[in-house]
T-cell receptor, first 113, second 113 residues
Framework: DTAVSQTPKYLVTQMGNDKSIKCEQN?????MYWYKQDSKKFLKIMFS???????INETVPNRFSPKSPDKAHLNLHINSLELGDSAVYFC????????????FGSGTRLTVV | LAKTTQPISMDSYEGQEVNITCSHN???????ITWYQQFPSQGPRFIIQ???TKVTNEVASLFIPADRKSSTLSLPRVSLSDTAVYYC??????????????FGKGTTLSVSS
């Protein structure tokens, strides 16, 4: 069983479209995150939810809207996609045990053309 | 969060021990040192975490001197599959709500046969 699963793995779309990326974790964790890794490989935190509540919202365009229907799911919806949104988006989750760290999904490679 | 400095890249051969040093001169009293590993096309994976002295697990060892201003990740007898980017992160207990891992540039380790 995949601990943190993201769908789709690859997403190619045209500028101006709206798309969603889904994330699910089966670890029973309370906290989930979205990270963006750009072409230069920098990993940047975007959002964090704790038990369905938004607790971290970094400087991200409001075209990006996270949604957490329950603590096992954190989806990312992107409106009016732009070329600069092309990146790999990683979902992650974290439990309360400090020593176990974060568990990341395998990423969604978004390409906007 | 304390800033970290680590080499951009390192090269090694199979079977060698690899030591990656991370500098964190401004580490705070309650900060922990955590290392993550990222393979191409995958999300980061937690390797090891420590506060002081030495921590060892089945993957690596983490050496932290008394002043805690640096740390060294030691990978024994690397293989080709250890080729990855290694990130050093320093910060408070990352299991607290409202916190998130902040990644730097990491060290790209290339292992050759």
């Amino acid at each position: 069983d995949t601990a943190v699963s993201q769908t789709p793995k690859y997403l190619v779309t045209q500028m101006g479209n709206d798309k969603s990326i889904k994330c699910e974790q089966n670890l029973g964790h309370d906290t989930m995150y979205w990270y963006k890794q750009d072409s230069k490989k920098f990993l940047k935190i975007m959002f964090s939810y704790n038990n369905k509540e938004l607790i971290i919202n970094e400087t991200v365009p409001n075209r990006f809207s996270p949604k957490s229907p329950d603590k096992a799911h954190l989806n990312l919806h992107i409106n009016s996609l732009e070329l600069g949104d092309s990146a790999v988006y990683f979902c992650a989750s974290r439990g309360t045990d400090r020593g176990l760290g974060y568990t990341f999904g395998s990423g969604t490679r978004l390409t906007v053309v | 969060l304390a800033k970290t400095t680590q080499p951009i890249s390192m090269d090694s051969y199979e079977g060698q021990e690899v030591n990656i040093t991370c500098s964190h001169n401004n580490i705070a009293t309650n900060d922990y040192i955590t290392w993550y590993q990222q393979f191409p096309s995958q999300g980061p994976r937690f390797i090891i975490q420590g506060y002081k002295t030495k921590v060892t697990n089945e993957v690596a060892s983490l050496f932290i001197p008394a002043d805690r201003k640096s740390s060294t990740l030691s990978l024994p007898r690397v293989s080709l599959s250890d080729t990855a980017v290694y990130y050093c992160l320093v910060g408070g207990p990352f299991n607290q709500a409202g916190t998130a891992l902040i990644f730097g540039k990491g060290t790209t380790l290339s292992v050759s046969s």
